[in-house]
Structure formats: C-alpha cells, structure tokens
C-alpha cells in the first residue's frame, strides 16, 4: 500500500492554490504515485494538475460543474480508495473537507487527522500537527493504521512549478447517485472575496467599534489590491459576512501581507492567519498579543491611523 489520493475541489471553476499545495504535499510524502480526484475538473485543469505533480486524475462529474454533494463524493472517494489503496488521503480543509473526512475514514478503516498546520514522514511514519485546545497548543499524532484521511490548511507548502513536461493518466469515473437532492443553494455575498487566495488582507476586529469601521477598512485593501476580513467577533456581532471570518473556526489565509486592525491576537485568530508573511498591527493598546506576532505595529486609534496610512500609500510610486 503506498501512494496518495489528492481530493480537490474547483473554486468556481478554478483550482485553489491550497489544492495545488496538497499535491505537492502529497508528492513529498507518498513515496508512490499521486492520484487526484477532480469533479467537475475540465480539460485545462487535468492538464495543469499534472503539471503540477498528478501522476492520475480522475475526472468525476460533468466539467464545469463541481458542486460539492457529500453523499456521492464520499462514495466516489471511498471506490477509488478500496481501488488503489493509497496509504494517505488528502483534502484541504475547508467546510467541504472537514464534512468529507471523517466520514471517509470511517468507511475505510482509515485514522483521520483534520486542520492539520504540517505533515512530516520520520522514518516512514507520518506525523501530522494540527492545532488543539481550542488553539492554545499544537498536538502531534501519528497512526497504528499507517493509513490515513487529513485535511491540511492552506499555506503547509509550497505548490511545485509547472512542469508541461509531466504526462499522467485521465479517467473517467462516475459519481454515485445521491440519497440528498440539492434544492438551492446560496452564496454568501462575503463568499465572492477569496480570502484564501489573497495576497494582501486588512482584516477588523472588535475594535473597529461596529460596522462602519470596515467602510475605513475598504479603501486601504483595495489601495493595496487586497480583501478584507475579519476576526471572530465582528462575524457574530453582524457587523460583516461570516465569509469573512479568519481563525480557528474560519479561514485559513497565507497573505504576503496581514494588516490587523483592532484585533488583540488571540490564538483562535493566529490559528488563521500566523503563517502570514509578514502581519502590520494597528491596535490602540501597546500590550496587546498581536504585537508579539506583528512585523510591524502601529498603537494608534484605527479610525487616524488608517485613513492616513491609505492617503500616504496612494502617494507612492506603483510597483
Ligand atoms: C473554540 C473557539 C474558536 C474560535 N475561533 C475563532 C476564529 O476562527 N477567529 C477569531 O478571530 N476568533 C475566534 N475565536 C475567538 C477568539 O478567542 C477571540 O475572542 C477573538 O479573536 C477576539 O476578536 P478581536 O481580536 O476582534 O476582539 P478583542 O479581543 O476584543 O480585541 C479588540 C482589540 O481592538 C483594540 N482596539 C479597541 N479600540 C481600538 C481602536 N479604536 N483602534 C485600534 N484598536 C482598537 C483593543 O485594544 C483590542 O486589542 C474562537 C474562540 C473559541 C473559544
């Protein structure tokens, strides 16, 4: 038994980088061939798959459209599985991954090990590290299974270049049928920002004081070429989309650039943006943890300090 089984889901027709990451992830760590399961995947998209590491893509659904169901995707993995026994399964943990899992596990046997921040073989074994306590420490566990369903974060690895040189396998194959009939589906409105796919965030917390701090917010992500986001806490008080939130319990985000605003830094937060590569904190308290965690601070009021960092940006030559 060796080998990976990738699970990736298309944004919007499109292959989130997180997905690109997994490949590579499942690559370095296989020590096998990497197989991908893509619903809904076209044919520019098996092709950079392959590009990008998949020695077989098995193409599921009809092109273009990938909406996840998790009755017939499970049933889906789960025959691909017991057909290649692959000795890790990998899907990027989002909604889609954390419903999908689990439950796969479950059926196959397999140990799972879900919002993992990092996958290492030591001597042969797989370790996966994911955060735990409510993200106050990091566990590292391995399984007497040796076989294994994780979902990973975004931002554990870097995707491999293209290489157009690769060739792999296409095949197609059948999604079941499904016990669960779709009615409708909604988009968030907050949905339309990837945040995942950033690479600049301005992200408010609590110390925005309400929901018009994010119209302050606004013009300094779009000066940047960036999105907006959030902490927890503006989620639930209704000041912003849920889509918004980073952390523990939302997003995982891998900006070049992490502006925090009025955010303190709590744990749950970092869990969603630590790996930022460089975090800006503007916070009117000079003690709070985000500063720990920052590059660069301001302590400042939020409602000065960012229009007047968003007027001295414009004044600057473009790059
Ligand atoms: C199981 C669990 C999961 C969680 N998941 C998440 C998650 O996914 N994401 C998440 O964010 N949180 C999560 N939380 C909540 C988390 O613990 C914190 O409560 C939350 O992150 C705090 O949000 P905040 O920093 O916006 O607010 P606060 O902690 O209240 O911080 C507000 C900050 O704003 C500053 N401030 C006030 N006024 C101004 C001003 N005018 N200008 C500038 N700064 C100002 C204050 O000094 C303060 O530092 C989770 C909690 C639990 C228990």
Redesign the pocket.
Known sequence: MSGALVIVELVSGKLPQAGLELLALARLLSGGSVSVMAPGADEVTVRTLIARGADIVYVTGVAGTNDYNSDSWIGCAERLARELNPALILAVHNSTGADLAPRLAFRLGYGCATGCVAVENRDGVLHFTRPCY??NARETVSFNTGLVVATVRAGVCDALPVDAARSGEVVAVELLPSRVRVIERKRDSGGAQRLEDAKVIVA??????GPEGFNVLEPLAATLGGVVG??????DLGWCSHAM??????KTVTPELYI??????????L??CGNAKTIVA????AE???FRDAKFGVV????K?VPALTAAIKTLPAV
């Open positions: 409510g993200g408010g917390g609590r110390g925005l004081n959030a902490s927890r806490v503006p989620c939130q980073i952390g523990l319990t939302g925090a605003v009025g955010i303190s830094g709590a744990s749950h937060h869990a969603g503007i916070n009117t308290d709070a943890a985000i400042g009021d939020y409602a300090v």
